[in-house]
């Protein structure tokens, strides 16, 4: 099956700053890209839809400008996430996918807020 | 609103023996594709199988093959010869058949696989 690769795959930052989570598909290019977020022992939470060129659309409940995600070409997104608080510590998961097929799933970044 | 329900937390099977995991789903949507996805310890999300709403004859990959029930709105999994490689949390999932569409997971059920 096609690739998909999250970078990095944990990470801890301090209270305050921001970080990047990067999602790549590597031997494919992605019409759209999803971001989920996952607690412990819960299910996958859909963030955002994003599509290549075109504003992410956020789910419900979802701080756009907290959570700011890019997809500036078809094989690479980004999470960014802003001004971080341990309360945003979770599993961030990324899956794209190629036009009317299943989705690819990175394996996941572990962000740890202190 | 579509929404996935899968009514079992855990369950668990003696490994080479059978077990059959359920979900029902709701939806209004004639076609659409449901899923089963495995997450062991690694956390990478696996699809498991896929079945098209259109077709009428239950997907099947080796020791896995599910129920496709359209009518019940139920796609219950079955894993044949349980194997201690099977543990995992499973997720049974939804997509409409839009260009776009998101996919909708249920809460999930952790497979245990007794040795």
């Known amino acids: 099956g096609a690739v998909v690769s999250q970078h990095p795959s944990w990470v801890i930052c301090k209270s305050g700053t921001s970080v990047k989570i990067e999602c790549r598909s590597l031997?494919?290019?992605?019409?759209?890209m999803f971001w989920y977020r996952q607690f412990p022992k819960q299910s996958l939470m859909l963030m955002a839809t994003?599509?290549?060129?075109?504003?992410?659309?956020?789910e419900q409940g979802v701080e756009k400008d907290k959570f700011l995600i890019n997809h500036a070409s078809l094989t690479l997104s980004t999470l960014t996430v802003t001004s971080a608080h341990p309360e945003d510590s979770s599993f961030y998961i990324c899956?794209?996918?190629?036009?009317?097929?299943?989705?690819?799933f990175g394996q996941g970044t572990r962000l740890t807020v202190v | 609103a579509q929404t996935v329900t899968q009514s079992q937390p855990e369950m668990s099977v003696q490994e080479a023996e059978t077990v059959t995991l359920s979900c029902t789903y709701d939806?209004?949507?004639?076609?659409?594709?449901l899923f089963w996805y495995k997450q062991p310890p690694s956390r990478q999300m696996i699809l498991v199988i896929r079945?098209?709403?259109?077709?009428?004859q239950n997907a099947t990959e080796n020791r896995f093959s599910v129920n496709f029930q359209k009518a019940a709105k139920s796609f219950s999994l079955k894993i044949s010869d349980s194997q201690l490689g099977d543990a995992a949390m499973y997720f049974c999932?939804?997509?409409?058949?839009?260009?776009?569409?998101?996919?909708?997971f249920g809460k999930g059920t952790r497979l245990h696989i007794l040795p």
């Open positions: 079945q098209e709403a259109y077709k009428q």
């Open positions: 899956s794209a996918r190629i036009m009317n097929t299943e989705a690819f």
């Open positions: 994003s599509n290549e060129g075109s504003k992410a659309t956020y």
């Open positions: 031997d494919f290019q992605a019409t759209t």
């Open positions: 999932a939804y997509r409409k058949s839009n260009r776009d569409d998101k996919i909708i």
């Open positions: 939806t209004s949507e004639s076609d659409y594709y």
